[in-house]
């Protein structure tokens, strides 16, 4: 039995596509996602439940191609099999290291990954296995930001774990264009909205905001920073309803087996 010394039981993880490539400029860096495999085996052995979407901008960006003429619904289904590529990918990263995982797609390929269901990926969860979301939430116009806030709260998550691609948490400005732009460490949700701040797309942050879900938004090229966030460090960003609260246990009855 595990023993957990963190103050969270249950979390999501958010990957984008671009962690997952290193310092290529695409596709995939198997070193990388080992680091990142490597840190999920140590949230595991504190007795952390973990829930992982992962983004497929490392492949495909379907804002990109549609803007080169793409039909926009189009561009984003194959922005949708870009995820579960990434999912096979972080799923035999972390199987490597001892990790028992499941894919669950929001799409049907059932030959590599099982179709989501949520008393499903409840009950994976409640057995010790890390799943793994992939395919967005099955719909276009939707992002997998969006699908992280939706599945978090599906299944019961305390907090979301952002991990960024070389960013430390939210700034203050673009750094591209302001090279001054500062790290603000805590603010709400409605302030990221409202001053418009790339944490998630508007519809994500909406929905985390409805439901009182937080976000740490953090830099994960420190693979190490995943298991300090749930260790409960205060690294890069934390975007919550109102002031700073203690993590609560979910209140998400046990699913049948």
Known sequence: MLFRSTPFSRVLLKLSGESLMGDAGYGMDPPRIAEIAYA???VREEGVEV???VGGGNIFRGMAESAKGMDRASADYAGML?????AIAVQDACERVGVFTRILSA???????EPYIRRRAIR???KGRVVIFAGGTGNPYFTTDTASALRACEIGAQTILMGKNGVEGVLDADPRENPDAKLIPELTHLEAIERGLKVMDTTALSLCMENDMPIRVFNVNDAE????VVRGESIGTLVASGARVAPIAPKEPRAAS
């Open 107 to 113: 799409l049907d390929i059932k030959e590599v990954a």
């Open 82 to 86: 870009a995820t579960v590529l990434n």
């Open 225 to 228: 920073n995943i298991v300090r």
């Open 51 to 53: 829930a992982i979407v």
């Open 124 to 126: 994976h969860l409640e």
């Open 40 to 42: 999920i085996q140590q």
